[in-house]
């Protein structure tokens, strides 16, 4: 695994971006700059095998280099259930080409396209873990309204946002809390201010409250946060149907 160090020695040149220095790094940068980020992928996991079904599929939005579509698939032994990753980037879509083992590729399938045109066919589980909070409210709304339309009754929507507090108080303390988790992970304080000036005006956090709402208005009978860490935030959508959930894969 490559280390990152992309703010080590200078600043970033321009707004942050999923190229191919970003995709080279990545797996480190998640590592040491999400906190608990293998906890949310092994939670997805564990949400995803009860509500996917025979025929259905599992969307990964974002998935980057596809490391939770491989979970899913070795979790998810039926195969007809589909596993489908989706990401704009075509460096992280390479990657996860390249990382996924031969005997899995006809398994999963990766998409290089935009989340917000993706055509969700027969869906089951729809993840969207740290996704979101790149695009604009606006797309977001559209986004969700589309995917609880598409969404099988009693199927889920997964979702994983960096999120800022109301009460600007308690938002300061998030940041820096969070600020010393990457601190203590080995990031110097020119890199974390150099990786949140790339982030500005591309990373657009909304508080949990508006997170919930989004997912509410969209029609979802049940909405619940499932993780929280300071300024990072899971949730669980369901869209009402006869059979919310089995009892696994």
Wanted: some cysteine; charged content about 25%.
């Amino acid at each position: 695994m490559r280390r990152d160090e992309l703010f080590r020695d200078r600043p970033y040149e321009g707004r942050f971006r999923f190229d191919e220095n970003t995709a080279a790094v990545f797996e480190d940068m998640l590592l040491r700059s999400v906190p608990l980020y293998q906890t949310m992928q092994e939670l997805t996991v564990d949400l995803a095998v009860r509500f996917a079904k025979p025929g259905t599929i599992i969307y990964d939005l974002g998935c980057s280099k596809g490391t939770l579509c491989r979970l899913l698939r070795q979790s998810i032994p039926d195969l007809s259930i589909g596993i489908v990753g989706v990401d704009c980037s075509a460096p992280m879509i390479q990657g996860a080409m390249d990382l996924t083992p031969t005997g899995e590729k006809d398994n999963i399938t990766f998409l290089q396209e935009d989340v917000t045109q993706t055509s969700f066919v027969r869906a089951g589980v729809i993840v969207a873990c740290l996704t979101l909070q790149f695009l604009s409210l606006q797309e977001r709304e559209a986004l969700v309204q589309r995917i609880y339309g598409c969404l099988r009754p009693g199927g889920a929507m997964i979702l994983f946002e960096k999120t800022e507090h109301e009460d600007p108080l308690l938002r300061q303390l998030e940041v820096e809390v969070y600020y010393n988790l990457k601190a203590r992970n080995g990031y110097s304080q020119q890199e974390i201010l150099g990786k949140r000036e790339a982030l500005k005006g591309v990373l657009l956090p909304l508080s949990d409250e508006q997170n919930q709402s989004l997912l509410q208005q969209a029609g979802f009978s049940l909405v619940s946060m499932i993780f929280k860490w300071m300024n990072f935030s899971g949730y669980l959508a369901v869209k009402q149907g006869d059979h919310l959930w089995g009892d696994g894969i």
